[in-house]
């Protein structure tokens, strides 16, 4: 009676033997992961494209396959399908973004473009493939988009005309250099430089040059102007020290840094707990010197100055001391699974 049970332990060791080896040689060590940018800056009214690519457990493999059409999602600022899906592939919604996943599923890759970004875009996003029995969430890797927005600018640089010689040339200069949209003319001596200033565009200087060709000389004359761009934050981000899975006891800061102009004139922290946001104080770091199980949770930092307002949120890990590795129930459950009730 005894024999029995031995003889079955020896059978799950060996196995477990094997499955080791198994992982050893990498087989079965596919997991889900995803790879993402992690910021993208988009400007408002443009487009903006996700470079994605994933991996699945190889035991869905079969479900990842050309014939059974997959379906991308993307969540955003959130990871619960019904508060905040922003994107099906195959069934949108009139609320839903405006994109396509450009990607082959099949093959991985879940490359995405949204068309017609606005504010309304600013977030962090969630990928999910649903393929046959395969449906899975990355939370672990996200892609947080910033619109910036632009106004236009119109910068005009006008000349006298001589009488007598050709008419003058008038350029456009810019350090360092923009990108310019077909916007700028030749006309009648009057150059206008138009253009949708964004932050990129603080304190670039632009510069009028007029040439007049004389008899046998050039003349030329110069003006420049500098743009001071002022923007709501951008890049906000919350970064922990030592780190966002922590040991309980320890002390820890976390702060915040985003960039504004003007700067940003208050740095607000709020924890999420229970689906409420309970505000916690104004300041660019929280620091906990003893921190425990109950400090565990998102918290959310919101800088802000007189343009507006972007939060960034961080997830924090509060490990136990001290845990219990061994499992008794699993090893009866196998047992008495194989038929030895009379144990
Ligand atoms: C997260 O992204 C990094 C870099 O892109 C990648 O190496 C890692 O495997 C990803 N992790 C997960 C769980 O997706
Ligand atoms: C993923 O798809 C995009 C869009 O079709 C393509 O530009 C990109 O090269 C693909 N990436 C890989 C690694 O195949
Ligand atoms: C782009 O979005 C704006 C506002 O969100 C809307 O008024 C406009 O019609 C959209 N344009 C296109 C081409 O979808
Ligand atoms: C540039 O903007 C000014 C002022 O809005 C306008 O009068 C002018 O026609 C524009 N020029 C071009 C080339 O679009
Ligand atoms: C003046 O500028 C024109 C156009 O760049 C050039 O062809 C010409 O040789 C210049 N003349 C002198 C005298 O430098
Ligand atoms: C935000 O970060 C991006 C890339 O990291 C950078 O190009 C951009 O200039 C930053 N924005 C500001 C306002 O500094
Ligand atoms: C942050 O500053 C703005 C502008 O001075 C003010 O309106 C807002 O109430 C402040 N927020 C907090 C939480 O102090
Ligand atoms: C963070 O920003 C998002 C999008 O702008 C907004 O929906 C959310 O309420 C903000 N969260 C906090 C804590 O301010
Ligand atoms: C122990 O094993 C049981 C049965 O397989 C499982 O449900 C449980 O989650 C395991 N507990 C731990 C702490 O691993």
């Not at 196995?15 to 400007?43: E, H, M, W």
């Not at 470079?51 to 997959?70: S, T, W």
């Not at 964004?198 to 420049?224: M, W």
């Not at 923007?231 to 840094?257: A, F, R």
Request: aromatic share 8%; charged share 20%; with cysteine.
């Amino acid at each position: 009676k005894i024999s029995r049970p031995l003889f079955l332990i020896f059978i799950i060791i060996s196995k477990l033997f094997l499955t080791c080896l198994y992982c050893v040689v990498g087989v079965c060590c596919r997991d889900f992961s995803i790879s993402l940018p992690q910021n993208i800056q988009a400007l408002s009214g443009s487009c903006v494209i996700i470079k994605c690519r994933f991996e699945i457990e190889e035991k869905h493999d079969k479900n990842l396959v050309p014939k059974r059409a997959a379906t991308g999602l993307w969540l955003k600022d959130g990871d619960k399908m019904k508060d905040h899906l922003v994107f099906h592939s195959t069934d949108p919604k009139p609320n839903h973004f405006n994109g396509k996943i450009t990607g082959k599923l099949h093959e991985k890759n879940c490359t995405t473009v949204f068309y017609n970004v606005s504010s309304k875009h600013t977030g962090r996003y969630y990928f999910r493939i649903e393929s046959g029995d395969l449906k899975y969430i990355y939370t672990v890797n996200t892609s947080t988009i910033n619109v910036l927005e632009g106004s236009s600018v119109s910068l005009r640089c006008s000349a006298e005309t001589l009488c007598s010689s050709p008419p003058p040339t008038l350029t456009w200069s810019s350090t360092p250099r923009i990108p310019l949209s077909e916007s700028s003319r030749l006309e009648e001596l009057i150059s206008d430089l138009n253009f949708t200033a964004t932050h990129r565009q603080h304190r670039v200087t632009f510069t009028c040059t007029i040439t007049y060709q004389l008899q046998d000389e050039n003349k030329t004359a110069q003006d420049s102007i500098t743009l001071h761009v002022q923007y709501s934050p951008k890049n906000t981000s919350v970064s922990v020290l030592p780190s966002s899975s922590v040991l309980e006891g320890s002390s820890v800061t976390l702060t915040c840094s985003s960039y504004a102009n003007p700067a940003v004139l208050n740095y607000t922290w709020s924890r999420r707990s229970e689906g409420q946001m309970e505000q916690l104080q104004t300041g660019d770091t929280l620091t906990f010197d003893r921190i425990d199980q109950k400090h565990r949770g998102c918290y959310h930092c919101t800088a802000q100055n007189q343009h507006g307002t972007q939060n960034s949120s961080v997830m924090l890990d509060i490990q136990c001391k001290y845990y219990i590795t061994a499992n008794f129930t699993l090893s009866h459950s196998l047992i008495s699974d194989s038929g030895a009730e009379s144990l």
